[in-house]
């Protein structure tokens, strides 16, 4: 007889599996678990033979629903300082490209992550992490580029992996090489992408420190020909690629991003019909970050309709940073997500879990399917809707991450 490690029942199950019923969802379900992996989920009543008597571990649920762990695909979880000034610089009518032009924004952020310790960003980011968590986290993206220099640049993404460590979550690290142009070459574009290029990035992919690489792609930030420079040394070291695209103009981020086939393009509020279709015919998700459309009062809607259209993969996302997304829950920009872009609640948790995961190229976690990793959100609600309809509220009793349970920290 098989020994599983774990058997959750009485359980309602969002599988959110594509197809079949909304959030694929399974009534009075069950889950085996073995080696951290889904061994079984369905139907409490087709459960193999005897599995209630071999697993090692019953929990039982109470009818609770469980869902795929959530996933945070877009984050700048570690930096120094904070950026209250630029907030309230922005309610007195200043705009972000304004305060950027200025040497504030990401500027801000760059000089008080280059003084801080590495003590002192995973101190910050933990902080941060922790709420996250508490609200069924269990997969978080995190990019660096608050420090535009070789050293902090490292000293963020070692912060970033020693969060991993720290507490039970998944971590994927970006190298946000080309965020913005440090003070110190201010006129000197070239030598800087040519640093980010040549020294920066090979330094962090033969360390092994990164998963991806980012850019900024923006007439604040850098260029078409600079990113895609950028993205060729990416490509040649065998790194997916990721793109902040079409934030605050239409300048083809969308389009870049398909043409180096990235994992996803993300903002892209001012993507047009061309750039969407580009993002459906190479497989790049569009990844949704309300939470900063908000916190900027930005009035210029991402084209969902047009993405629905052209099925693109539609992943929802916090952009947690100290500048233009302050937030700590993935629930409030599911919520969000719903509100100012439309999306009904199936799709803004699709967008928290299965494609979520796809654009951080993952294909083990996202969904509630035998094979796949178990990490696991269980919640205290009626219907799975509720993860978006409620604003601010608590909703985790607790997590598993590879089958291990991770109880609420309230």
């Known amino acids: 007889m098989t020994a599983w490690d774990r058997l959750v029942e009485d359980c309602r199950i969002a599988t959110m599996r594509e197809g079949g019923m909304a959030f694929g969802a399974i009534d009075d379900g069950a889950l085996l678990i073995s080696d951290g992996c889904i061994a079984f989920v369905g139907a409490r009543k087709d459960l193999p033979s005897g599995a209630a008597k071999s697993a090692k571990q019953t929990d039982r649920l109470d009818g609770r629903w469980v869902t795929p762990g959530l996933i945070d695909c877009h984050t700048h979880m570690v930096f120094g300082g904070d950026r209250v000034a630029d907030f309230e610089a922005r309610l007195k009518g200043e705009s972000y490209e304004d305060i950027a032009r200025r040497g504030g924004g990401i500027a801000t952020t760059v000089r008080a992550t280059r003084s801080a310790s590495e003590a002192q960003l995973v101190s910050g980011a933990s902080s941060r992490l922790g709420e996250m968590k508490r609200n069924g986290l269990t997969t978080i993206e995190i990019k660096s580029g608050y420090g535009l220099d070789r050293e902090t640049e490292f000293r963020m993404l070692l912060a970033a992996k020693e969060l991993a460590r720290k507490h039970t979550i998944r971590v994927r690290t970006t190298y946000l090489g080309l965020h913005a142009l440090p003070a110190e070459f201010a006129s000197k574009r070239t030598a800087y992408v040519e640093l980010v290029v040549n020294e ?50 239409n300048g083809g981020g969308a389009a870049l991003a398909a043409e180096f086939q990235a994992l996803s393009a993300d903002h892209i509020e001012h993507t047009d019909e061309a750039g969407v279709k580009a993002l459906a015919k190479a497989g790049t998700v569009a990844v949704l970050l309300p939470a900063a459309f908000l916190f900027l009062r930005d009035t210029h809607k991402p084209p969902v309709e047009l993405l629905r259209k052209y099925k ?32 009904t609640p199936e799709e803004a948790l699709a967008g928290m879990t299965r494609h979520g995961a796809r654009a951080l190229g993952l294909g083990d976690v996202g969904t509630l399917e035998q094979g796949k990793c178990a990490d696991l959100a269980v919640w205290n609600v009626e219907q799975p809707a509720e993860l978006a309809y409620w604003l601010g509220r608590s909703l985790c009793e607790r997590a598993y991450v590879a089958g291990v349970p991770r109880m609420s920290e309230r």
Not at 203 to 224: C, G, H, Y
Not at 312 to 322: G, H, I, K
């Open 200 to 249: 920066v990035l090979p330094a962090l992919a033969k360390a092994k420190m990164i998963d991806a690489v980012d850019a900024f792609m923006e007439p604040i930030a850098f260029t078409a020909d600079e990113v895609a420079t950028f993205f060729r040394a990416a490509k040649k070291l065998g790194l997916p690629v990721k793109l902040h695209a079409d934030q605050l103009s």
């Open 312 to 343: 693109v993969p539609l992943a929802v996302a916090t952009d947690s940073n100290p500048g233009s997304s302050p937030t700590v829950s993935p629930l409030i920009a599911m919520h969000l997500a719903c509100v100012l872009f439309g999306l």
